[in-house]
């Protein structure tokens, strides 16, 4: 067996920091108050998303019902609604070189993410070489990075992109020349063997506006905070909770872009406060700053309101301790097994689906004690799936309990 090596390049960012964009729309930061005409005319929502397709919104909620098939315990390895593709004319012995053009390693999700990629790695001997290249959130390295590692020999690209249009015409052209397997965001091609990724932004995000819409009294004033624009399962979260809110009774105050750092979260939610007294509910288009806008009521002395975030520990352990109303949408990072197992179907000849819709659970008040796990560090994201892989917790930065 060839020696195993590996070819990582990775800047581990240890705060968040926003992606480089396609063309973002217009930012709200002081929006009129909602009429209470159910139409939502007025809402204060702003213009529909360009992301936004309707019937992939409808499609998405209609899973929520959903069994998906696969292996019991194994969510990564399961798929809902699968409509599998043929590989054959991709099947080839081993052993493999997997190849890796990544996004970015700048913020918690995606680090804890990527050691799960490589926990799997490690897993399956028939790949004795993985190369990796971070594009550290910029586009343009990552469009040099997909020409570079496709002049590495790889038997399947895998790509998580960075943005969505801009990085269409790279993905398109590796797909001409080697199997490709892209996660996470999308594309605009339907060109890579498998998309895989969890139901969809516009679960996670009606998810978490229906969750307001029940817990906040009509008439309420709700701030929506976004991370940054043009990546789209960010923007089609914003587009979910926007529909929703637009048949809605509240009043979404204001929609601002954090840039997911927690600094700036808290100064936005202290403006809104003063500039409105009260805030009755806060919609995030991601948990990772959600403990900063919490920490924005308790520092006014003010009632923490409804409150949605995400698997992260520091909100679901801010969740117990300070007993919010509260709910966590989820987009899994167990999702960063499954583009390694897909590569490996695909250069066996397996079937894979075309489109990889992972399971994807919310933590309400009934299962947040199954997802908080004291012995994990705040940043850590407990839908991992990473449990049974070798060096766990350690390696998550985590302790034996």
């Known amino acids: 067996m060839p020696r195993r090596k590996a070819t990582v390049a990775v800047f581990a960012a240890l705060a968040l920091a926003g992606c480089t964009t396609d063309k973002p729309p217009a930012t709200q930061s002081s929006a009129p108050a909602a009429s209470t005409d159910q139409t939502g005319q007025g809402s204060g929502t702003g213009t529909q998303s360009k992301f936004f397709v309707q019937a992939d919104f409808d499609a998405q ?60 790695v490690g897993l399956h001997k028939e790949i004795t070489e993985f190369t990796a290249l971070d594009a550290e959130g910029k586009d343009d390295k990552q469009i040099s990075d997909i020409a570079e590692l496709q002049a590495k020999g790889c038997d399947a690209l895998i790509v998580s992109p960075n943005t969505t249009a801009t990085l269409t015409p790279a993905v398109k052209g590796a797909c001409g020349k080697v199997p490709v397997i892209v996660f996470d965001r999308g594309v605009e091609t339907d060109c890579p063997v498998t998309f895989i990724k969890p139901i969809g932004g516009y679960l996670y995000g009606a998810d978490a506006a229906d969750f307001l819409v029940e817990k906040v009294p009509d008439g309420g004033k709700v701030l929506a905070l976004r991370i940054s624009p043009g990546v789209d399962v960010l923007e089609t979260r914003w587009s979910a909770a926007k529909t929703v809110f637009d048949k809605s009774r509240l009043q979404v105050v204001g929609v601002e872009f954090t840039d997911g750092d927690a600094a700036k979260t808290k100064s936005i939610v202290n403006d809104y406060i003063q500039r409105y007294g009260k805030i009755d509910g806060v919609w995030m288009d991601s948990g990772g700053t959600a403990v900063a806008a919490v920490e924005a009521f308790e520092d006014a002395g003010l009632p923490v309101p409804p409150v949605t975030g995400e698997d992260q520990q520091d909100f679901l352990q ?16 167990y999702q960063w097994r499954t583009p390694i197992i897909a590569a490996l179907k695909i250069l066996n000849g397996e079937e894979v689906p075309k489109v990889w819709n992972l399971p994807q659970p919310k933590i309400t008040e009934e299962t947040l004690p199954t997802y908080l796990q004291p012995n994990m560090p705040p940043l850590h994201y407990a839908l991992c799936g990473c449990e049974d892989l070798p060096g766990f917790p350690e390696n998550w930065g985590g302790k034996q309990s």
Not at 319 to 325: E, F, H, I, N, R
């Open 61 to 120: 909620l209609a899973m929520r019902s959903q069994t998906p098939q696969g292996p019991d315990g194994k969510p990564w390895e399961q798929a809902i609604t699968p409509q599998m593709t043929d590989t054959k004319a991709f099947k080839k012995d081993g052993p493999y070189h997997l190849c890796f053009s990544n996004a970015a390693v700048n913020n918690p999700w995606r680090q804890v993410g990527w050691k799960t990629m490589q926990a799997e």
């Open 318 to 333: 801010k969740w117990k301790d300070a007993k919010l109303t509260a709910i966590a949408p989820t987009y899994p990072t």
